[in-house]
T-cell receptor
């Protein structure tokens, strides 16, 4: 059972374009995290969102947590080739007592062409 | 601080063999989790160790086992390897904080 549905699975765009990646679930999460992963490396944490409706910005990246804490989005403005990579959302289930057991989406492979 | 380290970086095994992967957590972290990531997919939780005991387990068969040592380092053991076990195995450490991932071990089963 895939608890976190991430879309789109693949995204190929030109430099300068904007894009949005979505992460949806029928389950409530106490927190949701976004990671970026390069080939052959482990995921690197970009942001953690905790409060429903929360919006966080990291340079050209904007992250939003849904009001009901069931969904999240990642928006990239003016994408650059250096943004290319695998983007993963991961949630910690509400009521969980551990910070280690994350449920991941299947990932979005982003390619930004010069 | 070196962060989370894993060894080996790459490993090639044949079907039926056994493998042991190792993880050293970030200094100050006492919890270690293991994930399996197939190519182009998101990581899948295998299990988590805390205070030298398996605290949580994902949907993986008993062929997957682990251990945590007093210094918080951990091992992942996989017996009777199958072709489908080929993947990137990630270790993540934490301590009441967001997990920090290591670079992973790429296991190829032939």
């Amino acid at each position: 059972t895939q608890l976190l549905e991430q879309s789109p699975q693949f995204l190929s765009i030109q430099e300068g374009e904007n894009l949005t990646v979505y992460c949806n679930s029928s389950s409530v999460f106490s927190s949701l995290q976004w990671y970026r992963q390069e080939p052959g490396e482990g995921p690197v944490l970009l942001v953690t969102v905790v409060t429903g409706g929360e919006v966080k910005k990291l340079k050209r990246l904007t992250f939003q947590f849904g009001d009901a804490r069931k969904d999240s989005s990642l928006h990239i403005t003016a994408a650059q080739p250096g943004d290319t990579g695998l983007y993963l959302c991961a949630g910690l289930r509400a009521g969980g007592t551990s910070y280690g057991k994350l449920t991941f989406g299947q990932g979005t492979i982003l390619t930004v062409h010069p | 601080d070196a962060g989370v380290t894993q060894s080996p970086t790459h490993l090639i095994k044949t079907r039926g063999q056994q493998v042991t992967l190792r993880c050293s957590p970030k200094s100050g972290h006492d919890t270690v989790s293991w994930y399996q990531q197939a190519l182009g997919q998101g990581p899948q939780f295998i299990f988590q160790y805390y205070e030298e005991e398996e605290r949580q387990r994902g949907n993986f068969p008993d062929r997957f086992s682990g251990h945590q040592f007093p210094n918080y380092s951990s091992e992942l053991n996989v017996n009777a390897l199958l072709l489908g076990d080929s993947a990137l195995y990630l270790c993540a450490s934490s301590s009441l904080s967001s997990p920090l991932f290591g670079p992973g071990t790429r296991l190829t089963v032939l």
